[in-house]
């Protein structure tokens, strides 16, 4: 019976040694510069990529005050934000910012040097849009959809 439960046991929280967090690049960044480095040395198109709060952009039409508004509310008030958002141990990486338009980017990290940008806006002049992150398993995407 004994055997039995320390098996049990041992079983119950395999998972949970495994899916410790592993420490990587990511992990060391604490300025805009240096996401902004990273985000740069990914990719050769990324040159000229800035990061930006949601609450700097400046929108031409109307939606301004609104979209800080509802950024402000959410509290989502930096430029990029770090979770383990696809739960493998290594911390990922949301990115608000500036490339050509406004951009919501995540930057996967699979471990190693294995790090890749993913867009999470979709659209062009998809500006007032708000990831918030609940957990590191649930971001909530927000947006403001365009008038038919």
Sequence with gaps: MHKIFLFTLFITTLPTVFAQH?????????SNEAVEKLIRSLDKDYKDFSLK??????????ENDFCKRIADSLQITKPFYKADFDQNGYTDLLVIGDFSEFAVLVVLNYGGDSLHIKWLTRRSFQ?????KIINDSITRYYYMSEPN
Excluded at 55 to 62: K, P, Q
């Design 127 to 131: 500006e007032c849009t708000f990831p």
């Design 22 to 30: 592993r420490p990587s690049k990511i992990d060391s960044l604490t």
């Design 53 to 62: 709060s949601i609450t700097a952009f400046n929108r031409s039409y109307g």
